[in-house]
T-cell receptor, first 114, second 114 residues
């Protein structure tokens, strides 16, 4: 069965610093991987997705993620944090089995300091 | 397009009461799902549907029922509310396709069971 582990429930960075949010997955078949963002009191929005085309995926708001099969990782990065990036981020995996079920990680809350 | 809508936004129930959380989407998506979000646990799949008349269980289905009589609507029923069902509930929809399975989320329903 597939699973997702997000390392670090809270990450704090200074404005302008690199953002790195870690995600490792487990899947016995080729996965589809996603990062979603949740702003306070809102639903989740898609940031980016990996669907086996390019291993480096660019998303919205300057975020990108790299799929590394050998490390079973899909870490999310942004070169320069902005105050508006403060939110909770979820990594998710979906596989080609009954119904394309998607499993979410526990989430990482990003704090951005001025 | 309104996207995915959920009602109510907030609800307080007493133990043993029943209620239905409503979810509707206007994007003609075949796939719809219900998640619950609890602190430190990410989103956990309750039930999902791949089309009208077809539903299946997710990770945490106990205490919840669903039905899918139309493509647009996917209500979640709590049969006899328990304090353990206090949570934020999200409905999501997506195209049921191997290449386009990113989900669109509603704004959520915050449920408290006393």
């Amino acid at each position: 069965a597939q699973s997702v582990t997000q390392l670090g429930s809270h990450v704090s960075v200074s404005e302008g610093a690199l953002v790195l949010l870690r995600c490792n997955y487990s899947s016995s078949v080729p996965p589809y991987l996603f990062w979603y963002v949740q702003y306070p009191n809102q639903g989740l929005q898609l940031l980016l997705k990996y669907t086996s085309a390019a291993t480096l995926v660019k998303g919205i708001n300057g975020f990108e993620a790299e799929f590394k099969k050998s490390e079973t990782s899909f870490h999310l990065t942004k070169p320069s944090a902005h105050m508006s990036d403060a939110a909770e981020y979820f990594c998710a995996v979906s596989v080609n089995t009954g119904g394309f079920k998607t499993i979410f990680g526990a989430g990482t809350r990003l704090f951005v300091k001025a | 397009n309104a996207g995915v809508t959920q009602t109510p936004k907030f609800q307080v129930l007493k133990t043993g009461q029943s209620m239905t959380l409503q979810c509707a989407q206007d994007m003609n998506h075949e796939y719809m799902s219900w998640y619950r979000q609890d602190p430190g646990m990410g989103l956990r799949l309750i039930h999902y549907s791949v089309g009208a008349g077809i539903t299946d269980q997710g990770e945490v289905p106990n205490g919840y029922n669903v039905s899918r009589s139309t493509t647009e609507d996917f209500p979640l029923r709590l049969l006899s509310a328990a304090p353990s069902q206090t949570s934020v509930y999200f409905c999501a929809s997506s195209i049921h396709s191997p290449e386009q399975r990113e989900q669109y989320f509603g704004p959520g329903t915050r449920l408290t069971v006393t």
